[in-house]
């Protein structure tokens, strides 16, 4: 397992992935260990997309979901988001409070276990006063996983809150986005134009019924020059 370096608003973020936590029934390592493209474009998505799509992460609150080891939400942070929460499975925890630290941004970033589908969201979530940006990437690899995921994210989204995801668009990712559409989301499939860089990915918006979607053009994203 290595260690990557990104630039994000000026300054270097560091993700060390994880060399011992593995899947107790299987023995194989956990898919959280490494880090993914999927996280590494919706990263550079977000460092786009700050003043440009009507978001602005200074002061918001943000959770990642099956955060691995943590990369966007630990650039949402840099960007100015005031608290995060990265969550995952227990095992990936400790590797993620290690990144944390590593970037120093143990003052607004918080880490927490949170079960897709499960009853029992983080605790930090009540004081929060609501999410403004909930963050995921590459967490669409499983339809039953991903109908979880859809009861989890409705339990956490407000009327205002934003969702962003990044995937690899694979042979099954249709079913699993058909899942989130049987919860009732929309998905946007967003203009990153990183695709010399991210041939087969995407970055999508999820919207509830009960928001409107700004027209495409003022989503719409300069070319990346990097
Ligand atoms: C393919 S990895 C992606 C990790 C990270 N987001 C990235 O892009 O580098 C999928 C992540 O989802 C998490 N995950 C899978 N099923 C989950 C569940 N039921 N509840 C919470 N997290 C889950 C895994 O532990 C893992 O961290």
């Given amino acids: ?61 943000v959770i990642e979901l099956g955060a691995g080891t943590g990369l966007p939400g630990l650039t949402a942070a840099r960007l100015g988001a005031s608290r995060v929460i990265l969550t995952d499975v227990e ?26 589908g499960s009853d029992e969201l983080p605790s930090q979530l009540g004081d929060l006063g609501g999410v403004d940006l909930v963050l995921m990437s590459d967490v669409f690899f499983d339809v039953a996983e991903t109908a979880a995921l859809g009861k989890t994210l409705k339990r956490i989204c407000g009327e205002k809150t934003v969702v962003w995801a990044a995937c690899e668009v694979r042979p099954w990712t249709g079913d699993c986005l058909n899942q989130l559409v049987s919860h009732g989301f929309e998905l946007v499939e967003l203009p990153s134009q990183l695709s010399a860089d991210y041939g087969n990915f995407s970055v999508f918006r999820l919207v509830q019924p009960t928001q409107g979607f700004e027209s495409e053009k003022e989503w719409s994203m300069p070319l990346l020059n990097c």
Avoid at 19 to 34: E, M, P
Avoid at 39 to 46: D, F, I, T
Avoid at 93 to 106: F, R
Wanted: net charge negative.
């Fill in 91 to 116: 095992p990936l925890l400790p590797g993620l409070k290690n990144n944390v630290e590593a970037n120093g941004l143990g003052d607004r970033v918080e880490v927490s276990r949170l079960i897709w």
């Fill in 1 to 61: 397992m290595g260690m990557i370096e990104i630039e994000v608003a000026g300054e270097k973020l560091v993700i060390h992935e994880f060399d011992d936590v593995y899947d107790s029934v299987t023995g194989r390592a956990l898919t959280g260990s490494w880090l993914w493209d999927s996280a590494l474009l919706l990263s550079h998505w977000m460092m786009i997309a700050q003043g440009r799509v009507e978001f602005d992460f200074v002061g918001k609150n």
